[in-house]
């Protein structure tokens, strides 16, 4: 089955403690994103990734990195977690640049007390 | 500034309501346009590309239509199944620098269909 996997689904944390949200797709994309979902403000692009080791920054960067070694994957790396991190994030793929039809994971709820 | 704006903001239908959702957008250039539902605690789900102005698409009870400034999703005879929150995007086009490969969402707007 086709599908975009996110882990973990819900987390809790602390504010300085370093986590990683993974992402995996099994459907050979070579385009990759990380959205974030804040009530008010609709879905908004974290990074994003055209294919293995190109990554660039989409509208809201700050505080996140990512990494993309293996096409099927595109980690999302909190360093330092902060509450106004506290979001629903979303990993979505497409089969390649250019294109919206994106999939989407299941996404990831993370509270940063 | 590329900006998409849905309205309403939410709309509640008795099952077998006719209506109309509206997606208005500001956008340096258009590459295309996309409808997605998404569902409580789910992921948003593609639905339609609407690349220019007069272009429709069906698909069940929902249509999509596309002009200069707006994009409409109609939903005929809609059913309790049809409830969650539909979102639009746009896409720019390229800018001189490269690639555009964003999209950018409205807020959606939450449908509840009543039995």
């Known amino acids: 089955e086709a599908q975009v996997t996110q882990n973990p689904r819900y987390l809790i944390t602390v504010t300085g403690k370093k986590l990683t949200v993974t992402c995996s797709q099994n459907m050979n994309h070579e385009y990759m994103s990380w959205y974030r979902q804040d009530p008010g403000l609709g879905l908004r692009q974290i990074y994003y990734s055209m294919n293995v080791e190109v990554t660039d920054k989409g509208d809201v960067p700050e505080g996140y990195k990512v990494s993309r070694k293996e096409k099927r994957n595109f980690p999302l790396i909190l360093e330092s977690p902060s509450p106004n991190q506290t979001s629903l994030y979303f990993c979505a793929s497409s089969l390649h640049q250019g294109t919206g039809e994106l999939f989407f994971g299941e996404g990831s709820r993370l509270t940063v007390l | 500034e590329d900006q998409v704006t849905q309205s309403p903001e939410a709309l509640r239908l008795q099952e077998g309501e006719s209506s109309s959702l509206n997606c208005s957008y500001t956008?340096?250039?258009?590459?295309?346009l996309f409808w997605y539902r998404q569902d409580p605690g789910k992921g948003p789900e593609f639905l339609f590309t609407l690349y220019s102005a007069g272009e429709e698409k069906e698909k069940e009870r929902l249509k999509a239509t596309l002009t200069k400034k707006e994009s409409f999703l109609h939903i005929t005879a809609p059913k309790p199944e049809d409830s969650a929150t539909y979102l639009c995007a746009v896409q720019p086009s390229r800018t001189p620098q490269g690639g555009s490969e964003k999209l950018v969402f409205g807020k959606g707007t939450k449908l509840t269909v009543n039995p």
């Open positions: 956008v340096s250039g258009l590459r295309g």
